[in-house]
């Protein structure tokens, strides 16, 4: 693969950007190597500024789960532009979506709409703590909620005590209301909530983890948390940016039977526009502004242009339940293959799947939490792996801790092209 106006573009970006992207993640630092620049996109591939066509498993990391340029979307996006982007003013649009959430999702009644996943996390978290009256919130190590401070926060120096920053610029006092716990471990949570007994607002997570690579929920986790927030008054926070309305039309709620007290939505719901939204039962919803005292609000929040997007893409995902069926069957037809040529290959890895999720891990070990998934990440594979599988032309997060993301748009060709570009880099291992 040729790269030089990648190149070119990459060196002219970083002298206004910084590290001339973004959002960190696509400067491939984690794996080496420049970043690629895309310039059109289109059902399940990128075409990029040197002319390679590349099989994309990244989806802009989630929100194209029916392919890139999809036209019940672009054709609803094109029309709506043309009427004005934004006003600034309530429409009707905003309500269509909002009810069609609130069929397609359990346990919820309001949805607000913001502008991106952090918003979505950072809101909710807000929500918790203006309706309990608490403070503190339990987050868990390898969960991502977006970059507001209260989740930038490693663990601290006492097991039960709070977190530290983990980023400069996050202050101490943000960082003392953040506890940390690890995933899929119960008993640590409980040892939290013990050792903070009627201070914490909400426990927040990823029901399903998919910022340490694919990490499903142990048997019995989901429900345990459940247990111990109804036991306790501690709000239930599913940050479903990346599952919600892809493991289910109603989202891991629907998926695993757990109810959540808020849930935090982004990428699908906007249909590749800038959309996040929180949504909770009434009591919950009504504690916010303008009908409660809990301050939350956004220029742009639901503006007319991406709700477009995000309509078109829910109300297809809605009428055509079979879509969630296919996504399922690629993802365990890919899943196989690749489990067949890594085995043939002698490689030692784990596949995490779920859903339309799935990520390779190397190493022996399973990977079910975040200590397990930096145990694989730091073997050093991955980053072979990535620069491998972009040599023939499959692209891949750029990170061991990204999950892939399965389109409906890949057909069982692309499947087949990207087990076939596995064994070859696994020849090379
Ligand atoms: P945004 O603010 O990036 O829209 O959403 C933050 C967020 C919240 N919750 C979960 C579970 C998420 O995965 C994300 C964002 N995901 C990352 C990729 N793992 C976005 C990629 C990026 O940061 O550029």
């Known amino acids: 693969m040729i790269y030089k106006r990648s190149s070119q573009l990459f060196a002219e970006a970083q002298k206004v950007i910084p590290g001339g992207v973004n959002s960190p993640v696509r400067a491939f630092k984690a794996v080496g190597g420049e970043p690629i620049f895309v310039e059109r996109a289109e059902g399940a591939y990128f ?36 009427k004005g982007t934004s006003f600034g003013t309530p429409t009707e649009i905003e309500t269509k979506i909002a009810e069609l959430a609130v069929k397609m999702v359990p346990n919820i009644d309001k949805i607000r709409m913001v502008n991106s996943g952090t918003e979505a996390c950072m809101s909710a978290v807000r929500l918790a703590r203006g309706f309990t009256g608490k403070e503190k919130i339990i987050k868990f190590a390898g969960c991502y909620h977006g970059h507001s401070d209260s989740f930038l926060i490693q663990a601290g120096s006492g097991a039960v005590t709070f977190g530290t920053p983990n980023s400069p610029g996050v202050t101490q006092g943000t960082a003392k209301d953040t506890l940390l716990a690890t995933y899929n471990d119960l008993e640590n949570v409980k040892k939290l909530v013990e050792a903070n007994k009627n201070e914490i607002a909400c426990i927040i997570l990823e029901p399903v983890a998919g910022n340490m690579g694919c990490i499903p929920p142990a048997e019995g986790f989901l429900e345990g948390l459940r247990k111990i927030c109804d036991e306790t008054g501690i709000l239930l926070v599913f940050d479903e940016v990346m599952t919600g309305f892809r493991l289910a039309p109603g989202g891991v709620q629907e998926r695993v039977g757990v109810k959540a007290d808020i849930v935090c939505f982004g990428k699908v719901i906007g249909g590749g526009l800038p959309v996040g939204a929180f949504a909770a039962r009434n009591e919950i919803m009504d504690y916010l502004a303008p009908v409660g005292p809990v301050y939350q609000a956004g220029t742009l929040s639901g503006n007319p242009l991406a709700m477009a997007a995000g309509l078109a893409m829910l109300t297809e995902l809605d009428s055509k339940r079979e879509i969630f069926e296919s996504l399922e069957k690629k993802t365990e037809y890919l899943h196989k293959g ?92």
Do not use: C
């Open 47 to 82: 075409y990029d500024e040197d002319g390679n066509k590349l099989i994309d498993y990244i989806n802009s990391w989630g929100p194209l789960i029916l392919g890139h340029a999809h036209r019940p979307v672009i054709d609803a996006v094109v029309e709506k532009a043309k």
């Open 338 to 429: 690749m489990e067949e040529v890594l085995q043939a290959n002698n490689i030692d890895f784990t596949i995490n799947r779920i859903g339309s999720m799935i990520s390779v891990h190397f190493g022996k070990e399973p990977v079910n939490d975040f200590a397990s998934a930096a145990k694989s990440a730091n073997l050093g594979f991955f980053n072979k792996f990535f620069h491998g599988m972009l040599e023939n032309g499959i692209y891949i997060a750029p990170s061991a801790y990204e999950t892939w993301f399965i389109s409906d748009a890949l057909s069982y060709e692309d499947l087949d092209n990207t087990i076939e570009a596995v064994d070859k880099v696994a020849r090379t291992f």
